[in-house]
């Protein structure tokens, strides 16, 4: 069982649509990091959060620390929200990141 | 200001030939992680530099793989000889520190024919 675990695995929306998606982890953490790469393309990291919640653009995450569970939501969801999000924790002395496997997100016009 | 620089891009190689790939990190970032994802599998640590020590390198999977930081700037990690189990997406990280963020850069793309 992999340390950071997220689901779904795949996810198909309409556009418009409200997305979650939802990662679990079984370590403890510093810091945990939403991810995100576009087909063919580099990663990019979206957020950072040790409690709470942040907010940017249409793109939302929270975190529940006692939970080990974070949440990555997209409001309104775009075509070009299409890519592939990737939880990533912290947890390591040294600051190595754990990663999830990803979810593959496809939103359809 | 520029971001993580990786190339090759892309590189197709035999098995047994060696390969170098390099990474260039944020100017003035101290720590610099490589990580690779295989097929079908979660991107895995490899190892980490801060300025030119290795402070861990617990997830190079053996021997064939050297990684430098020499000077403290940029990076390359070589495979000699590549294996076909080699194959896969080889990315760097760097950060200004672990309360900091990470800023990846576009990956090499490895196949081992």
């Known amino acids: 069982k992999n340390e950071v675990e997220q689901s779904p695995q795949n996810l198909t929306a309409q556009e418009g649509e409200f997305i979650t998606i939802n990662c679990s982890y079984s370590v403890g953490i510093s810091a945990l990091h939403w991810l995100q790469q576009h087909p063919g393309g580099g990663i990019v990291s979206l957020f950072m959060l040790s409690s709470g919640k942040k907010k940017h653009g249409r793109l939302i995450a929270t975190i529940n620390i006692q939970e080990k569970h974070s949440s990555l939501h997209i409001t309104a969801s775009h075509p070009r929200d299409s890519a592939v999000y990737i939880c990533a924790v912290l947890g390591g002395s040294q600051g190595n990141l754990i990663f999830g496997k990803g979810t593959k997100l496809s939103v359809k016009p | 200001e520029a971001g993580v620089t990786q190339f090759p891009s892309h590189s197709v190689i035999e098995k047994g030939q060696t390969v170098t790939l390099r990474c260039d990190p944020i100017s003035g970032h101290d720590n610099l992680y490589w990580y690779r994802r295989v097929m079908g599998k979660e991107i895995k640590f490899l190892l980490h530099f801060v300025k030119e020590s290795k402070q861990d390198e617990s997830g190079m999977p053996n021997n064939r793989f050297l990684a430098e930081r020499t000077g403290g700037t940029y990076s390359t990690l070589k495979v000699q000889p590549a294996e076909l189990e080699d194959s896969g997406v080889y990315f760097c990280?760097?950060?200004?520190?672990?309360?900091?963020?990470?800023?990846f850069g576009s990956g090499t793309r490895l196949t081992v024919v």
């Open positions: 990280a760097s950060s200004a520190g672990t309360d900091y963020g990470y800023t």
